[in-house]
């Protein structure tokens, strides 16, 4: 669940706020916009196997999904992400 949203951030909180999916270090390169925020999500959860959705054209990162698509979705699909 998305919980919070900081920023912009300077390059500094930019960096300490910096967490890959997989894990591993900032890359280092300046973010290439010129404000930067940090979403805090409170317990996320991955997919065990991806559920086929309709993305609409425009849409970067967050998508609506369909209540169909939703209703397919029960805490049995998702696990906890690796720390």
């Known amino acids: 669940m998305l919980s919070d949203c900081l920023g912009p951030l300077t390059m500094d909180q930019y960096r300490e706020a910096w967490r890959p999916r997989g894990g591993g270090d900032h890359p280092g390169a300046p973010s290439p916009y010129p404000l930067t925020f940090a979403w805090v999500m409170t317990h996320p959860s ?36 690796p720390h």
């Open 46 to 81: 991955a997919l065990r196997m991806p559920i086929p959705y309709s993305h609409p054209s425009g849409a970067v990162i967050w998508v609506k999904l369909s209540e169909a698509t939703r209703s397919r979705l029960t805490p049995s699909d998702t696990t906890e992400p």
